[in-house]
């Protein structure tokens, strides 16, 4: 009959084409059948008013929600006359308040399934909500009304009024940590969240938490933290055995380290040495309790039993020594643990045999030198570790007092050449100034001394002939001739430098010794065969230098040197001057695994 513009905007239609339709028309379907049982009663005078939330249809077909209030209208005689509707469009409410539903149905079921304890608590810190976890947690069946500080460790009261202090300072969620003891005497850790909520007037009116069960974190945390503990303990001890054992020269000195370490490990004092005899017998360093002797009858490199653990360190004229340490009744240990002395076994042994082969080659060292002359490629090996400890005196001299020196004789220039000096104070410099390049001269011969140079590279003809020119500007008391003949690039180096060394030798002994005008070297390869030939016009020298008691240290060294190379040296002497004659074979024995 009428209807306002209110009404035609928010359904869609004109008011024209709204005086054209029922009531009917434009009620949803599924609310049809209620509206008319309300009309009815407003008809037959069983009510006088009602309302409803009902869905009408928008003239573009989607639902649209309404709240209805509806009154009937009657004349003087109680005849209905019309219906008076008050429609208001709740769309957006009704939207807002299922979301709402859905919501809080939604926080239901992530509180009442989820593992984590989630609850309010109110102004007064009392249990206000709980989730079922807590019961799945701590095993209590009360939590509402409950102070929550009766579920607390004792020793973690004061931190928790801690925080809720600075939660009300700060006013912004705190996280921390606590024990809560369960209903069966338990204590567990947690990791908690609070939150503050706050009414309209700014107050603290609940706090939300949320926590969590972080007990087998916690352990495992633990385990990882005495995991790392012991695996640095291990590798710290097998860098400790390594260093110290640098320094041993005994299988006791071994075991001394290993009693040690294997102590600090274990940490007790209750750790030493046993020897177990081919006869089944015990000798041990220290008066204790062992368990049976056939215990030890196991080809085992590591036993546990009995309270103790026994780690094999050594086999020795078919004696077994163990170094045990004793582990309480449970004698079982950690699998890292067992790793570690496994290694240690294996590195003992192989470390004690060794210190046996030392020993026996010692003995047969003692044995050669007291009886008779040693075998060449010992001389070798000794003239290996002489070359070496040569290269690094080079070194060393080259890169700390040479550069030394030129540092100070640079300084010293500048000085000279800028500093307004006396002419006596200038030329006293200038004596020094010589003195420091003379200095750098003989140092820088002495480096190359005692690494010759070239030789690896250019060859032995370059670096004897380097040599030579070195020995005749130094000396210049008698002349060098060096003739060769044939190739030697088939040499090594251990007869390359060999060669050198003797050469430089007998260089050295003309210089010092031969009082001689003229020298001649000769190297050839002849036959597979080097020759090495030296002539000089000197005074000549006794046979008993050469064989006798009274060896020269020059020529004695000279015919250790061809003896390391499998070579022969040929002295002859006589009021003419000195000639040595050396053969050394082009392809020698080396025995490599000695050398």
Not at 97 to 112: G, M
Not at 208 to 221: F, G, L, Q, T
Not at 469 to 485: A, C, D, M, P, W
């Amino acid at each position: 009959m009428q209807v306002n513009p209110a009404l035609c905007q928010f359904m869609g239609y004109s008011q024209n084409q709204f005086l054209q339709l029922t009531m009917m028309d434009i009620t949803h379907p599924d609310d049809m059948e209620r509206g008319l049982k309300h009309a009815h009663k407003l008809l037959n005078n069983e009510i006088t008013a009602y309302e409803v939330e009902k869905r009408l249809i928008h003239r573009s077909g989607h639902p649209v929600w309404v709240q209805l209030n509806v009154s009937l209208v009657r004349d003087e005689d109680e005849h209905p006359l019309y219906f008076v509707s008050h429609i208001q469009d709740i769309t957006e409410k009704r939207k807002l308040k299922e979301d709402l539903l859905a919501s809080q149905t939604k926080y239901r079921l992530i509180a009442e399934n989820t593992t984590d304890m989630i609850g309010i608590l109110d102004s007064d810190l009392h249990v206000a909500y709980v989730s079922p976890s807590h019961q799945k947690v701590l095993g209590y069946t009360k939590y509402e009304g409950e102070d929550p500080r009766r579920f607390f460790h004792p020793d973690d009261l004061s931190l928790f009024h801690k925080e809720i202090e600075e939660l009300k300072r700060t006013k912004s969620m705190r996280r921390f940590g606590l024990r809560l003891v369960q209903e069966n005497g338990q204590i567990i850790h947690i990791e908690t969240q609070i939150v503050p909520i706050y009414d309209e007037n700014g107050q603290l009116g609940n706090i939300v938490y949320v926590s969590r069960d972080i007990s087998e974190k916690k352990r495992a945390d633990e385990i990882l933290i005495q995991s790392e503990k012991l695996y640095r303990s291990l590798y710290e001890g097998l860098n400790f055995i390594s260093k110290e054992t640098q320094r041993v020269i005994k299988k006791e000195d071994l075991f001394n380290i290993l009693v040690e370490i294997i102590g600090n490990i274990f940490e007790t004092k209750n750790v030493g040495v046993i020897c177990v005899t081919p006869d089944g017998r015990i000798e041990s360093s220290k008066p204790i309790a062992f368990p049976e002797e056939n215990f030890y009858t196991t080809d085992k490199v590591l036993i546990q039993g009995k309270g103790f653990i026994f780690t094999k360190v050594a086999t020795c004229s078919d004696s077994k020594y163990f170094v045990y340490v004793e582990n309480g009744k449970d004698s079982s240990c950690q699998k890292p643990l067992i790793q570690w002395l496994l290694t240690i076994s294996r590195f003992s042994e192989i470390f004690s045999e060794n210190i046996h082969h030392i020993e026996d080659l010692l003995s047969e060292l003692k044995y050669v030198v007291k009886e008779k002359q040693g075998p060449a490629w010992l001389s070798r090996l000794l003239f290996k570790v002489a070359e070496q400890q040569r290269i690094k005196l080079s070194i060393d001299l080259h890169d700390s007092a040479l550069q030394e020196q030129i540092l100070w004789y640079r300084q010293l220039s500048e000085f000279i050449e800028e500093a307004p000096l006396p002419e006596p104070m200038l030329q006293r410099l200038k004596r020094i100034h010589e003195g420091f390049e003379e200095v750098i001269h003989q140092i820088r011969i002495t480096c190359n001394e005692l690494t010759p140079p070239f030789i690896k590279k250019l060859g032995i003809v370059k670096g004897l002939e380097f040599l030579i020119q070195e020995t005749h500007i130094r000396s210049g008391e008698y002349v060098i001739e060096f003739n060769k003949q044939g190739m030697f690039d088939q040499l090594n180096e251990d007869q390359l430098l060999g060669i050198y060394r003797i050469v430089q030798e007998l260089l050295a002994n003309a210089t010092k010794h031969s009082q001689a005008t003229g020298v001649q070297i000769g190297l050839f390869n002849e036959n597979d065969q080097i020759k090495l030939i030296y002539q000089d016009n000197g005074i000549g020298v006794e046979e008993k230098v050469f064989y006798g008691t009274s060896k020269q240290i020059g020529l004695y060294g000279i015919q250790e040197r061809v003896r390391s190379l499998d070579g022969q040296i040929m002295f002859h002497t006589s009021d003419l001057g000195l000639q040595i004659d050396i053969c050394l074979p082009l392809q020698i024995q080396w025995y490599d695994a000695l050398t």
